[in-house]
């Protein structure tokens, strides 16, 4: 079965900081791998995806992630966080193309609060 | 805007009613894709269908159904609510062949 952790529910950055959200996957079968975001009520905004290309994977917004195999991982950054970045952040993983569902598993989500 | 449309956008009632979310893929998506958020079990997926069939099912409760219609429009009927039901309720579609899934703003529902 698949599953996806993310480390922290609350992360805290000054403006023009570095942000690290973390995330680590279960996976036995290759995996696809995706970071959404979702703003105060509203739905969930594709960020970026990892489905086996390259491992350093840019999205929107300035956001990056690293798929470490090695480390079961899928960590998001952003070299300059912004006031407007202060939203919610899931971690999903789906089974990419060993099935045809392509479901997703969700982290229980990352709040990222941006201080001036 | 993802170009997947849900309504309605806010929804109250009482326990042990019934209730019908309705949502549009993308044109020409044929997957749809329905998952709950809620504060104590997160984002959870519930159910897909696939060009009319089920294709996966996930957490959904017996109280719960879903089908997708021959316009590819789906709805999700939630019967006997409860309390805990109150929930987002989001629907994502999907093109074949491809990866990610493109979510609605969801509909909320209240429960009371």
């Known amino acids: 079965a698949q599953s996806v952790t993310q480390l922290g529910s609350h992360v805290s950055v000054s403006e023009g900081a570095l942000v690290l959200l973390r995330c680590n996957y279960s996976?036995?079968?290759?995996?696809?791998l995706f970071w959404y975001v979702q703003y105060p009520n509203q739905g969930l905004q594709l960020l970026l995806k990892?489905?086996?290309?390259?491992?350093l994977v840019k999205g929107i917004n300035g956001f990056e992630a690293e798929f470490k195999k090695s480390e079961t991982s899928f960590h998001l950054t952003k070299p300059s966080a912004h006031m407007s970045d202060a939203a919610e952040y899931f971690c999903a993983v789906s089974d990419g193309l060993s099935s045809n569902t392509g479901k997703l598993i969700f982290g229980q989500g990352t709040t990222l609060q941006v201080k001036p | 805007d993802s170009g997947v449309t849900q309504t309605p956008k806010h929804l109250i009632t009482a326990t042990g009613q019934r209730v019908t979310l309705r949502c549009s893929p993308r044109?020409?998506?044929?997957?749809v894709y329905w998952y709950q958020q809620s504060l104590d079990q997160g984002l959870q997926f519930l159910i897909q269908y696939y060009n009319g069939e089920e294709r996966a099912k996930g957490n959904i409760l017996e109280r719960f159904s879903a089908q997708q219609f021959p316009d590819l429009h789906s709805e999700l009927n939630l019967s006997s609510l409860e309390l805990g039901d109150s929930a987002l309720y989001f629907c994502?579609?999907?093109?074949?062949?491809?990866?990610?899934?493109?979510f609605g703003p969801g509909t909320r529902l209240t429960v009371l």
């Open positions: 044109s020409g998506d044929l997957s």
């Open positions: 996976s036995s079968v290759p995996p696809y």
């Open positions: 994502a579609s999907k093109r074949t062949g491809g990866s990610e899934q493109f």
């Open positions: 990892y489905t086996s290309a390259a491992t």
